[in-house]
């Protein structure tokens, strides 16, 4: 704005018009370069841009006498020749989202792109989702490392586009030339400026990186892109030419960022191996900085938690009969489904189970689906994906759709869709090997059932003999703003009756 003042105070001693053009270069620069229009009245004017690049000019208005125009900008590189540059943000990527982490980019400064071509992968609290273009152009700038937390709505890069709406030119412009998008400046096709006066090699900061990978001075490299600039193809040509056998990498990611980092057993444990014994701090990413948020606000609330044992002989048997009757290779039975079904049963007669809590409200939305989360240990850390109405879904549809759920978190591919909604949790920590569990809820939900580990445990009949009995450990954790403990304790009774009875969900299948 000051800039502005001043020049509009000297108009009347140029007798001429002063505006701001928007120039390029990913870094402020002073360096001054002259640009002429051959025009009726011509003029001199100066553009800040790197590697001495030259435009011709046009102005709006006529001018009365020759006068210097100085422009500055400190936007990022873009040709001339294409229709403009453009902002590309991160989009909204699901209801409560407001800000995402840059996990890596498929895409490097200066590479051409493709619409809908993907740009980059970020992650939220929910999911992970590919960014893709919305324009066919080339990459100006990018604004962002992998590992950064962006907001919604901030800019992710600096595209110079192919093709835009073109600006209605003003009165008295040349009928050669065309307006760059978003701008009030003309810029001519071509210029007139000596090329010998050019200094410096030209070239994206994307090529000038990628030569440094290498160890190639760009002095000896020949462009063959537009003025002699260097291009990125130049450059992996004369490293093959020169026998290099780097091979740079082609994305960039935050793997390299220090993360929990999961064995095969699924245990965590910080960082890489370090045998010096070091203190090491280690940046939560994704999924944990997502359960660093619901946990702390799920601590919270006031809880209580009631513990059951359950018989599962039954349960046992009627798996190993589905297993040997089993003609889907593709299909592994297993306890889990069996637990979800008689848990979508047992929610029917008790559906305070299957509820949020409007706290600023002071209201319980009783939900209409079973949407049964599952928590699952990946690499990447905690997620619940849930299986949608499971109340109208058959074991072998639920058996499928957890395989699904399963593939997809441990190849970080869960979409938004599979996260959100869901309504009840079930936390299978036997899985790993643990007995009992006091699980903390996951808001809006207002229950969570940890599932512990099937042992054989002496049992004692009324006779006083003594067998064997295949035993689960349950707890159930409670929002106690919405359930008491005698709702709990029934509902508790309702599920163990159609685990410990398998044949009573033939009484409820329709």
């Known amino acids: 704005m ?33 640009a002429r229009c051959e025009l009726k009245r011509p003029f001199l004017g100066f553009c800040s841009v790197p590697a001495f690049s030259r435009h011709t000019l046009s102005p709006f208005y006529s001018i009365d006498k020759r006068i210097n125009i100085c422009c500055f ?11 403009g540059i453009v902002d590309v943000p991160l989009a909204q990527t699901g209801e409560g989202i407001s800000e995402c982490e840059l996990l890596k980019w498929y895409v490097q400064e200066g590479d051409q792109v493709e619409e809908f071509q993907p740009l980059c992968e970020v992650q939220s609290d929910k999911a992970t989702i590919e960014i893709t273009s919305r324009y066919k152009g080339r990459i100006s700038q990018i604004l962002h490392e992998p590992g950064d937390i962006v907001k919604v709505g901030e800019t992710l890069l600096k595209m110079a586009v192919d093709e835009l709406s073109p600006t209605v030119p003003c009165e008295g412009m040349a009928d050669d030339q065309q307006l760059v ?11 007139s400026v000596d090329e010998s006066r050019i200094v410096g090699v030209l070239c994206t900061p994307a090529v000038r990186s990628l030569a440094k990978q290498y160890g190639i001075n760009l002095d000896d490299v020949q462009g063959t892109g537009k003025d002699g600039r260097v291009l990125k193809e130049d450059v992996l040509k004369h490293a093959a030419a020169e026998g290099f056998s780097k091979e740079p990498p082609s994305t960039l990611g ?9 064995t095969e057993e699924n245990s965590y444990v910080w960082g890489t191996e370090n045998l010096q014994y070091e203190d090491k701090a280690v940046t939560l990413r994704g999924f944990q900085r997502a359960m660093v948020k619901s946990m702390t606000r799920a601590a919270k609330i006031p809880h209580f938690h009631y513990v059951e044992e359950i018989k599962c002989d039954a349960l046992l048997e009627l798996k190993r009969s589905f297993q040997n009757e089993n ?10 489904p069996f637990l979800v079904k008689a848990l979508s049963v047992a929610l029917r007669k008790f559906p305070q189970l299957n509820s949020y809590f409007n706290e600023e409200m002071q209201e319980v939305i009783m939900k209409g689906a079973h949407n049964i989360g599952i928590a699952m240990a990946t690499q990447n850390g905690l997620v619940v994906p849930n299986i949608k109405k499971v109340q109208s879904l058959s074991i072998l549809e639920i058996t499928k759709e957890l395989s699904r759920l399963q593939q997809l978190a441990m190849d970080n591919k869960l979409s938004p869709d599979d996260i959100s909604d869901g309504t009840v949790t079930l936390s299978n920590i036997g899985a790993i090997g643990g007995k009992f569990g006091s699980p903390l809820v996951n808001l809006p939900e207002v229950a969570i059932i940890a599932i512990g580990r099937i042992q054989k445990v002496p049992d004692i009949t009324d006779d006083g003999d003594v067998y064997p009995q295949s035993i689960m450990n349950v707890n159930i954790g409670a929002d106690h703003r919405v359930l008491d403990g005698a709702t709990v304790a029934r509902f ?3 599920w163990k009756l159609l685990v410990e009875k398998p044949e009573m969900l033939l009484l409820h299948m329709r």
């Open 492 to 494: 508790c009774n309702e």
């Open 73 to 83: 900008s400190s936007h990022p590189a873009v040709d001339h020749s294409v229709s």
């Open 254 to 262: 935050a793997e390299s960022v220090p993360q929990f980092m999961a």
């Open 181 to 191: 998008h978003g701008t009030g400046v003309s810029i001519s096709q071509s210029s």
């Open 327 to 336: 003609s889907d290779p593709t299909v592994k039975h297993t306890f889990l």
């Open 2 to 34: 000051i800039l502005t003042r001043r020049i509009c105070r000297s108009w009347h001693h140029n007798f001429g018009f002063r505006w701001l053009y928007p120039g390029a270069s990913p870094q402020p620069s002073l360096s001054l370069s002259p």
